[in-house]
Every structure is written in structure tokens, then in C-alpha cells.
């Protein structure tokens, strides 16, 4: 059963985008505009984690995380602070208020993603999943390994985060300027011919001999992982 996460954030567009990459990740997502309507989706049900941002209309977001620790029933579940606030006295003092984790914006979705589920992995381990199979690829993402019929498959970081994000949704056609924001981030700026130039280092990798290829190209769409590689011709 995937994790569900509550946004709690009154910025339109980076709830959005933060949706998108979690529901990428295969999250189930909620999001909230201010406190008084994330307060609503509590009432309905417990999220397994908050992303939650200072600046908020009305009650501030340091205040609903004091809120949310009285509770009982939101005591334990782990709180993201999300703030412009990079200042250690600011940061010292969402930590003391009972948040488990701090980013200041602008950040790095990937590194968010990834404090996500070391959060998880703490408070929840069985919601996170650590091994990804499809046909005869396998990727432990705990390990950082990949091996494909048994045999390790050695890849760079780069290469290795392209595949994990294709593999968490099969079938499923990412544009390049989508790979570029999920895989390396959208604070980093380089071509979408990078994606291209990455995408054929991973096929060089995990593709030998007659071995069916598991990423798709889309012409002028993008690249796919192929859920149906494993019973290709």
C-alpha cells in the first residue's frame, strides 16, 4: 500500500509540481492551501507524512505543526518544513517546534523525494519499496545496485536515477524536459539533449548481446520504460 502524503502549501504552481513528482514516485497525494483546510483532510484521515510550509494564510505553519503534535492522532507522523527562512536560528526553531526535516526553498525536488523516504524508511519502512523488478532488471534502490539476469549492471549516478525514474511508472512517456526536472532537478539547467546523450550510456549498460532494450523511445514525445520488454522478440 503506497504512502500517503498531505501537501500542505499556498503557492499554486510548487503544490502542483510537487504533487506531480510524488505521484510520481507512486505516492497517493493530498494537498491543502492554508490550515484550515488542511485540518479538514486530517479530520478524514491520517496521512503517513506532512510537507508543510511556514508561510501560510491565517494559522502559520508553525503553528500547525505545534497543533498537530498535541494530537494524538498526528503526534507521531513526520513533518517537512518547507520555508524561504534559511536563517539557523529559523531553522532551529522549526526543529524544536516538532518538525522532523527542513528545506529551504528554492530546492532540489530530487533531494526532497529522497528526505521523503528516508523519513519513510524510518517511521514507516513497509511503505517504502526497496526493490523494483521488471522481467529480468532489478534495481535495489537501498543497495544502489542494479543487476539484469544476475549480472550486476554498473551505472553512474546519473544513469542510475534515469532508470529508477522511468521504472516507477512502466508504460508511462516522460518528455525530456520532464526526465530533465525529475532526474536532475529544476534548479539545474542543461540541455534536453542531455537526457538523450544519459538515455544512451543507460541502454549501452544494461543491453547486451541479444538482450531485449526496456527503454522506449516515443518519437516526439520521449522515453519509456517498456513493462512488456521481457517477452520481446
Given amino acids: 500500500m503506497p504512502a500517503n502524503i498531505l501537501i500542505v502549501e499556498d503557492e499554486a504552481d510548487l503544490a502542483l509540481l510537487l504533487r506531480y513528482n510524488l505521484e510520481a514516485e ?10 484550515e483546510e488542511a485540518t479538514e483532510r486530517l479530520r478524514e484521515t491520517t496521512p503517513d507524512l506532512i510537507l508543510l510550509d511556514w508561510m501560510l494564510p491565517g494559522l502559520s ?3 500547525l505543526c505545534r497543533r498537530w503534535r498535541a494530537r494524538e492522532e498526528t ?5 517537512i518544513m518547507l520555508t524561504a527562512r ?5 531553522r532551529v526553531r522549526g526543529l524544536a517546534t516538532g518538525a522532523d526535516d527542513y528545506m529551504v526553498k528554492p530546492f532540489s525536488l530530487p533531494e526532497l523525494v529522497a528526505r521523503v523516504n528516508a523519513l519513510l524508511r524510518r517511521s514507516s519502512p513497509q511503505l517504502v519499496t526497496t526493490v523494483m523488478k521488471a522481467g529480468d532488471l532489478e534495481l535495489d534502490r537501498t543497495a544502489h545496485r542494479v543487476r539484469r539476469a544476475g549480472r550486476e549492471v554498473h551505472l553512474g549516478p546519473t544513469e542510475y536515477r534515469l532508470l529508477e525514474y522511468l521504472m516507477r511508472h512502466p508504460g508511462r512517456v516522460y518528455s525530456r524536459e520532464q526526465l530533465l526536472d525529475g532526474v536532475w532537478g529544476n ?7 542531455t537526457v538523450d546523450v544519459h538515455v544512451g550510456r543507460l541502454r549501452k549498460a544494461i543491453n547486451r548481446g541479444r538482450s531485449p532494450d526496456p527503454i522506449r523511445t516515443v518519437r516526439g514525445a520521449g522515453y519509456a520504460f517498456d513493462e512488456h520488454f521481457a517477452t520481446a522478440a
Fill in 26 to 35: 507512486g505516492f497517493v497525494v493530498q494537498s491543502a492551501e492554508d490550515g
Fill in 61 to 63: 505553519g508553525i503553528e
Fill in 75 to 79: 503526534a507521531r507522523v513526520p513533518i
Fill in 86 to 90: 534559511g536563517e539557523e536560528e529559523e
Fill in 187 to 193: 534548479d539545474v539547467y542543461v540541455d534536453e539533449r
